[in-house]
């Protein structure tokens, strides 16, 4: 009898299944003059081997739910993706100013070198940039009335 029910409505509704069992073993010791009033499933005792396979089983549909909700999100950051690449589409300028953030970004966070390619330099106009920057440097170490710096 236990056999035949599920793990989950053993657990879940045991006094369902404890009144069928009376039914079941109240039916086959009536002709014996016997009645069964009450039947009691106090303790279940799974195999060893069931044990695994049920710990496999529930370690599979983890595995399974966070496959799903990492495909979601990956769903929404390709629409979010999508949605950006349309507004940099229609907006070269955000595109040149987010190409600059992300430069600028990646150097704040490491504090590293960053090598850029020409392309990249050249499509963003950084080469000016890097120029302008120098003279800045070099004009705040060395004032215009001290040799080397830099004349009106």
């Known amino acids: 009898m236990i056999g035949a029910v599920d ?26 003059g016997i009645v069964v009033k009450s039947v009691e499933i106090r303790d279940v ?4 081997s069931l044990q695994n396979a049920m710990s496999r089983e529930a370690q599979a549909e983890r595995e399974r739910h966070a496959r799903v909700i990492l495909g979601a999100a ?5 629409h979010s993706f999508a949605e950006a690449a349309r507004s940099y589409a229609n907006n070269p300028v ?8 992300m430069l600028y970004e990646s150097v704040k966070e490491r ?4 090598i850029v390619p020409s392309s990249a330099v050249d499509s963003m106009n950084l080469g000016g940039l890097a120029g ?21």
């Not at 989950?8 to 002709?31: F, G, H």
């Not at 005792?45 to 060893?48: D, L, M, N, Q, Y």
């Not at 504090?111 to 960053?114: E, L, N």
């Open 74 to 78: 990956e769903a929404e950051i390709a």
């Open 111 to 114: 504090g590293s070198t960053i």
């Open 7 to 32: 793990l989950a409505m053993l657990l879940s509704n045991r006094k369902a299944v404890d009144e069928e069992l009376r039914q079941t073993i109240d039916a086959k010791t009536a002709e014996w």
């Open 45 to 48: 005792t799974i195999p060893e």
């Open 94 to 101: 955000a595109l040149h100013l987010r190409g600059m953030n």
């Open 132 to 152: 302008i920057t120098a003279l800045a440097r070099r004009d705040a170490a060395n004032p215009p009335d001290q040799p080397g710096g830099s004349k009106p």
